[in-house]
């Protein structure tokens, strides 16, 4: 059994969702189902019990799962302690940050540069449609995102800061001459969407799908990046909800920044991969709860 296929077994047994599987590793869901497939040929009887709505392990899935999850955690960490050492050696941490969040957190990496001289620090954007993905790729030891994050593979670490939710909207939008506007205000115009896999736990508390009284906030055009909500908005056609560091970083003529009176703050923290987390960025989170303490 390949390494990956191992991985794919691992994370459905989590899931217990194809669709959610394939997102979580960046495959297809025809990926995980034609791996699946392959492996109980392989051992000869089904891993999982599958209906139209449900997807539960079987008892030799169980079995399966429970023997080789130790194995696979000691593989990762094997892995993990050679990166740790590739990465003593050269000496970088890879930051994926969002936007202007990426300003905020000058105190800290200036404070990580005194405490360590010699490593170097890269910053590389995540965009809010997809906030896993650099990370589970390797291409970012530490990402800066906001709260919650419930994913069993990767970890929270300390909260940078809290901040306020605005509604960015066109000049000429029927909200943007009021001082202050409400979440129910919001059913009655249409809100930007990501186009990307981001949980709906992740987007919806951000940008929520009903107001505090149920009625459903509907979704305007579906955007992967910042630039796109902004072309978005600045047509008239829709409201995004962004972090209020929007409105000093991305000052357009034609857009307006109005506050949420009852929006919950947005909360931000580190978030790393459990299984390649390294003396570097242990150091470089408590950097961070330093600062931010």
């Known amino acids: 059994m390949e390494l990956r296929d191992i991985e794919i077994f691992l994370t459905l047994a989590e899931e217990l969702h194809f669709g959610r599987t394939a997102e979580r590793l960046h495959i297809s869901r025809a990926r995980v189902s034609q791996s699946i497939k392959a492996q109980e040929r392989r051992i000869g009887a089904a891993l999982f019990d599958r209906?139209?709505?449900?997807?539960?392990?079987?008892?030799?899935?169980?079995?399966?799962?429970?023997?080789l999850r130790p194995a696979y955690e000691q593989l990762a960490e094997g892995i993990a302690a050679v990166t740790a050492?590739?990465?003593?050696?050269?000496?970088?941490?890879?930051?994926?940050?969002?936007?202007?969040?990426?300003q905020t957190l000058s105190a800290a990496t200036e404070a990580f540069h005194v405490r360590h001289p010699g490593v170097e620090l890269r910053f590389t954007e995540i965009h809010p449609p997809d906030p896993f993905g650099l990370l589970r790729a390797g291409e970012v030891d530490v990402g800066v995102l906001w709260l919650p994050v419930h994913e069993p593979d990767l970890t929270v670490g300390p909260v940078i800061r809290s901040v306020p939710v605005r509604a960015m909207m066109a000049r000429g939008h029927p909200l943007a001459t009021r001082t202050s506007i409400s979440l129910e205000d919001l059913a009655e115009h249409a809100v930007v969407g990501p186009r990307g896999p981001i949980p709906r736990y992740m987007e919806d508390s951000l940008v929520p799908f009903f107001t505090p009284s149920g009625r459903p906030i509907p979704?305007?055009?579906?955007?992967?990046?910042?630039?796109?909500?902004?072309?978005?908005?600045?047509?008239?056609?829709?409201?995004?909800?962004?972090?209020?560091?929007?409105?000093?970083?991305?000052?357009?003529?034609?857009?307006?920044?109005?506050?949420?009176?009852?929006?919950?703050?947005s909360r931000w923290a580190l978030v790393w991969r459990t299984a390649t987390e390294t003396s570097l960025i242990r150091d470089f989170a408590h950097v961070v709860a330093d600062t931010y303490r």
Do not use: H
């Not at 709505?53 to 079987?58: A, E, F, G, I, K």
């Not at 003593?88 to 940050?97: E, F, K, S």
């Not at 910042?226 to 047509?235: D, G, H, I, M, W």
């Open 85 to 102: 050492l590739a990465q003593g050696t050269r000496r970088r941490l890879t930051l994926g940050t969002m936007g202007a969040i990426a």
């Open 219 to 265: 979704r305007g055009p579906l955007v992967s990046t910042f630039q796109e909500v902004l072309t978005a908005v600045a047509s008239g056609a829709s409201v995004a909800l962004t972090q209020a560091e929007a409105a000093d970083y991305y000052q357009w003529p034609e857009i307006v920044y109005v506050p949420i009176a009852d929006a919950p703050l």
């Open 51 to 67: 209906t139209s709505r449900t997807v539960q392990l079987s008892p030799i899935g169980v079995e399966l799962r429970d023997r």
